[in-house]
Nanobody
Framework: QVQLAESGGGLVQAGGSLRLSCAAS????????MGWFRQAPGKEREFVAA????????LYADSVKGRFTISRDNAKNTVYLQMNSLKPEDTAVYYC???????????????WGQGTQVTVSS
């Protein structure tokens, strides 16, 4: 079992930055791949970024490539999402998720956090 808790969301102006954190419980965090997803009102949950258990392999959605960076600190049981050059279309609830496989499909992830709201004003 892995329990996840996101933090770091908030209100930011377009062009600004935020760093999201996802703290995981459990001793096996370092064996899980981690993903970030987001869901805007009226839209389906979409993939944002993923990172392998070692941190050596990352995936990004085209819409965030070059602006967002996913990273992890296995000693702190935490995964991060650094978001730069934010746009109003980045506004959504952001979720972290854990699974044994580094992947982009939301349905493939076994564990989910409760989400944190990110709002980007124009």
């Amino acid at each position: 079992q892995v329990q996840l808790a996101e933090s770091g969301g908030g209100l930011v102006q377009a062009g600004g930055s935020l760093r999201l954190s996802c703290a995981a419980s459990g001793r096996t965090f370092s064996s899980y791949a981690m993903g970030w997803f987001r869901q805007a009102p009226g839209k389906e949950r979409e993939f944002v970024a993923a990172i392998s258990w070692s941190g050596g392999y990352t995936l990004y959605a085209d819409s965030v490539k070059g602006r967002f960076t996913i990273s992890r600190d296995n000693a702190k049981n935490t995964v991060y999402l650094q978001m730069n050059s934010l746009k109003p279309e980045d506004t959504a609830v952001y979720y972290c998720a854990a699974d044994r496989v580094t992947q982009t499909r939301a349905t493939g992830y076994d564990y989910w956090g409760q989400g944190t709201q990110v709002t980007v004003s124009s």
